[in-house]
């Protein structure tokens, strides 16, 4: 989707968004689209190299972008995240807690528990030290927006490997928790299940027959792209979702969720 055909949401010109797990797939896509509506963004990820190249994209398409690497299962580097952020565009108003992706298919029989202690600590915990590491500055300031990613393998049972299907439930729990925790401060937090979505990691990993065979089992007759989950962050981000906290939204093309 071109920045020219990006929904327009004026409140989030100007404001400070940190996307983790920016720098490709869901969350490069929501990195742009926040860059296109006028967000100055903060690119987070483990490889500096890849942060570097989305920051320099967004900049060339007229937007403003700063890289943050960083490790976000890692409390001091997020710490460094933060800092760096702030000294560069100031406190962060609208924050996506997108690293994760560790649900590649395993049988229980053979998730161990360093494999499983790995993809809690990628998929549920990093999204704990994130909000740690940036809501107690949203909340002493009155105003702030989250969006949390969860997956439909944390909605019901999926191809997914037990561990990833256990921790992004729990994504989902957290989010419900903190926005009646946060509500009267001020600060929303919201969360998305999204379900198949062509990242380049499954285009690579499932052969183009299987992928279009996978797209025509939904309702909606095709696969979601990471721009439609990127589009439903911004929404959840912006105050066109004022009253709108707690929520888990099902992005599934018409898949109905467990």
């Given at each position: 989707?071109?920045?020219?055909?990006q929904?327009?949401?004026?409140?989030?010109?100007?404001?400070?968004?940190?996307?983790t797990?920016g720098?490709?797939?869901?969350?490069?896509?929501?990195?742009?689209?926040?860059a296109?509506?006028?967000?100055?963004?903060?690119?987070?990820?483990?490889?500096?190299?890849?942060?570097?190249?989305?920051?320099?994209?967004?900049?060339?398409?007229?937007?403003?972008?700063?890289?943050?690497?960083?490790?976000?299962?890692?409390?001091?580097?997020?710490?460094?995240?933060?800092?760096?952020?702030e000294?560069?565009?100031?406190?962060?108003?609208?924050?996506?807690?997108?690293t994760?992706?560790?649900?590649?298919?395993?049988?229980?029989?053979?998730?161990?528990?360093?494999?499983?202690?790995?993809?809690?600590?990628?998929?549920?915990?990093?999204?704990?030290?994130?909000?740690?590491t940036?809501?107690?500055?949203?909340?002493?300031?009155?105003?702030?927006?989250?969006?949390?990613?969860?997956?439909?393998?944390?909605?019901?049972?999926?191809?997914?490997?037990?561990?990833?299907?256990?921790?992004?439930?729990?994504?989902?729990?957290?989010?419900?928790?903190?926005?009646?925790?946060?509500?009267?401060?001020?600060?929303r937090?919201?969360?998305?299940?999204?379900?198949?979505?062509?990242?380049e990691r499954?285009?690579?990993?499932?052969p183009?027959e299987?992928?279009?065979?996978?797209a025509?089992?939904?309702?909606?007759?095709?696969?979601?792209?990471?721009?439609?989950?990127?589009?439903?962050?911004?929404?959840l981000?912006?105050?066109?979702?004022?009253?709108?906290?707690?929520?888990?939204l099902?992005?599934?093309?018409?898949?109905?969720?467990?």
């Amino acid at each position: 989707m071109s920045p020219a055909t990006q929904p327009r949401y004026p409140d989030l010109a100007d404001k400070v968004a940190l996307v983790t797990g920016g720098s490709q797939g869901i969350g490069a896509a929501t990195c742009r689209a926040l860059a296109a509506n006028g967000a100055r963004v903060a690119v987070n990820g483990r490889d500096p190299a890849a942060v570097e190249a989305l920051v320099r994209a967004i900049e060339d398409s007229g937007g403003t972008a700063v890289a943050a690497p960083g490790d976000a299962t890692d409390e001091d580097a997020l710490r460094r995240v933060r800092e760096t952020v702030e000294r560069a565009l100031g406190p962060v108003e609208l924050l996506a807690a997108f690293t994760g992706g560790k649900g590649a298919p395993a049988p229980v029989t053979e998730l161990g528990p360093e494999r499983w202690r790995e993809v809690v600590e990628t998929d549920l915990t990093s999204v704990y030290l994130t909000l740690h590491t940036f809501l107690p500055a949203m909340y002493e300031r009155g105003a702030g927006a989250v969006v949390t990613m969860s997956s439909s393998a944390g909605r019901g049972p999926s191809g997914a490997n037990a561990a990833y299907a256990a921790a992004k439930a729990g994504v989902s729990m957290l989010t419900t928790h903190l926005a009646a925790e946060l509500g009267r401060q001020g600060v929303r937090i919201n969360c998305l299940a999204p379900s198949a979505v062509l990242v380049e990691r499954m285009r690579r990993a499932i052969p183009a027959e299987q992928l279009a065979e996978m797209a025509a089992s939904y309702p909606l007759g095709r696969a979601g792209s990471p721009e439609d989950v990127a589009q439903a962050a911004l929404y959840l981000l912006s105050d066109a979702s004022s009253w709108v906290t707690g929520t888990t939204l099902d992005l599934t093309g018409g898949r109905a969720a467990a």
